[in-house]
């Protein structure tokens, strides 16, 4: 990887870590952005992470841009030294697929779409070399994710599967976006899956959709009083497939302050990942089962 250091005027430095995105990249970049969030630079006003990059901004009368630059090179060296692992959690969220609110809403921006004659599972599936939607669902759900990022929306968390590159789903997002996306739907644009947090405009293909609320700006959700955001970077989830009486009574449960996430404290190793994924893997779900 060689990272890529770009200005953005006089006020940001955008610094990418690789064009494609990756594990090694993220751990890279994170480890940059929580050490200069940490080394006190003088000036420096915001510090916004990515799935593999990150920006600064800083105010150029405390220091100047090629300064910044600089500062931000020295930490690079110690960031490639850094240990790949960090303490997390594995997070179980609940997967209504084909649920009949997201089919509503694909259906009426089929003009907008590769594929105007089918749904979007239906595409992914096809694209992806799978026989059946069924059989695209398990690898969907079969494998857990990492939260590489959260934002572009608030609370929306970006999440990469971790398996090898050779079994990375891909999907295109639509042609041109839609202008409707129902709150709390699982989506998938390129190589990442996302929960969209509130309902907007939205161009990623739509899966199904979650009971379960990620961000709560009133604090009045039981599990989100500590914090309006659920998500952080380096959180794993595992998505759980349920159907239609199950999610009623989930979102009937979180209205009630009845029900809360399974959620259980994991160390993920990145070197230990890459030697032996399926092992790791099951080593997560594990923890989670027995949470």
């Known amino acids: 990887m060689k990272t890529r250091y770009s200005f953005g005027g006089d006020e940001h430095i955008f610094v990418e870590m690789d064009e494609e995105m990756s594990l090694d990249a993220f751990f890279k970049s994170i480890s940059m952005s929580n050490a200069v969030r940490d080394s006190g630079i003088k000036g420096v006003t915001e510090v916004c992470p990515a799935n593999a990059s990150f920006q600064v901004k800083f105010d150029p009368d405390v220091i100047k841009p090629d300064a910044m630059l600089a500062e931000l090179k020295k930490l690079e060296t110690a960031a490639e030294k850094a240990e790949k692992r960090m303490a997390t959690r594995i997070v179980e969220v609940p997967v209504f697929y084909r649920d009949p609110w997201t089919h509503e809403t694909l259906m009426r921006f089929r003009e907008r779409h590769q594929d105007p004659n089918g749904t979007d599972l239906d595409y992914a599936a096809r694209i992806n070399g799978f026989d059946t939607v069924d059989a695209f669902i398990e690898a969907h759900h079969s494998n857990p994710w990492f939260v590489s990022m959260v934002g572009f929306v608030a609370g929306l968390?970006?999440?990469?599967?971790?398996?090898?590159?050779?079994?990375?789903?891909?999907?295109?997002?639509?042609?041109?976006?839609?202008?409707?996306?129902?709150?709390?739907?699982?989506?998938?644009?390129?190589?990442?899956?996302?929960?969209?947090?509130?309902?907007?405009?939205?161009?990623?293909?739509?899966?199904?959709?979650?009971?379960?609320?990620?961000?709560?700006?009133?604090?009045?959700?039981?599990?989100?009083?500590?914090?309006?955001?659920?998500?952080?970077?380096?959180?794993?989830?595992?998505?759980k497939p349920i159907g239609r009486e199950e999610y009623d009574q989930i979102e009937a449960d979180v209205a009630k302050g009845a029900w809360a996430p399974k959620i259980a404290r994991v160390d993920f190793d990145l070197d230990a990942f890459n030697a032996d994924v399926d092992g790791t893997n099951k080593k997560l779900m594990e923890a989670l089962h027995g949470a």
Do not use: H
């Open 157 to 239: 968390p970006f999440l990469y599967q971790l398996v090898e590159r050779e079994r990375q789903l891909q999907v295109p997002k639509y042609l041109r976006p839609r202008t409707d996306t129902p709150k709390q739907t699982v989506g998938y644009g390129g190589c990442f899956a996302c929960i969209y947090s509130v309902r907007g405009a939205g161009g990623y293909q739509m899966f199904g959709i979650t009971p379960m609320p990620i961000y709560d700006p009133t604090q009045k959700i039981s599990y989100l009083s500590d914090f309006m955001v659920f998500f952080n970077p380096g959180d794993i989830v595992k998505w």
